[in-house]
């Protein structure tokens, strides 16, 4: 299963964006997916992930901001992200935990204060 992120861009300090990570293959068989995020000068951290029962385990800085969801029949999974803040800028990343996947290639999310 390839993985492919989108939505990523420019945003104002409290605004929105959707992010989209698309699979090429069937979504259903990966039990756990999760996004991450890469901020400058930071490790890869794990912001939420969420089973095919649609268990979701937030990352605390990002709790009621951020909203994970999936689609099994599309082979999407996404995060709505609001109330944007400086710190939320990075690369977006999601990945198939269970079972694993290779990474996609990332989605930019810049936030401007």
């Known amino acids: 299963v390839q993985l492919v992120e989108s939505g990523g861009g420019l945003v104002q300090a409290g605004g929105s964006l959707r992010l989209s990570c698309t699979a090429s293959?069937?979504?259903?068989?990966?039990?756990?997916m999760a996004w991450y995020r890469q901020s400058p000068g930071k490790q890869r951290e794990l912001i939420a992930p969420i089973t095919n029962g649609d268990l979701i385990d937030y990352e605390d800085s990002v709790k009621s901001r951020f909203t994970i969801s999936r689609n099994d029949v599309k082979n999407v999974i996404y995060v709505q992200m609001s109330s944007l803040k400086h710190e939320d800028k990075g690369v977006y990343y999601c990945?198939?935990?269970?079972?694993?996947?290779?990474w996609g290639p990332g989605t930019q999310v810049t936030v401007a204060s």
């Open positions: 990945k198939g935990l269970v079972p694993c996947t290779t």
């Open positions: 293959g069937t979504m259903r068989e990966i039990n756990t």
